[in-house]
């Protein structure tokens, strides 16, 4: 069993920061590209950035300048470094990471259960 936890959102005003972490834990052979994914209100679910296990990275455009995604492979942990917050920034940020379990023979992506990040005006 694999689980992923999330911490770090809150309510920051804007221009303020915060600092997301998500830690996967479990039957773990390995983890691939990790990633960050928010959902506004009424909105779908759409991807932040990801990360590669080499440390590529890339960014939706309007976090692009503001976010900063990193990882610790030793800690099967993914950050999300969030400065300049923007009131339009507010959604549940869910982590994601393709994992491979051992025992199984090829990766599958794992979600965690979401934090809430609110940037008021």
């Known amino acids: 069993q694999v689980q992923l936890v999330e911490s770090g959102g809150g309510l920051v005003q804007a221009g303020g920061s915060l600092r997301l972490s998500c830690a996967a834990s479990?039957?773990?052979?390995?983890?691939?590209?990790m990633g960050w994914y928010r959902q506004a209100p009424g909105k779908q679910r759409d991807v932040v950035a990801h990360?590669?296990?080499?440390?590529?990275?890339n960014y939706v455009d309007s976090v692009k300048g503001r976010f900063t995604v990193s990882r610790d492979n030793a800690k099967n942990t993914v950050y999300l470094q969030m400065n300049s917050l923007k009131p339009e920034d507010t959604a549940v940020y869910y982590c994601?990471?393709?994992?491979?379990?051992?025992?199984?023979?090829?990766?599958?992506?794992?979600w965690g259960q979401g934090t809430q990040v609110t940037v008021s005006s």
């Open positions: 994601n990471a393709v994992i491979y379990r051992l025992g199984l023979p090829g990766p599958r992506a794992y």
């Open positions: 479990g039957s773990i052979v390995s983890i691939g590209t």
């Open positions: 990360i590669t296990r080499g440390g590529d990275t």
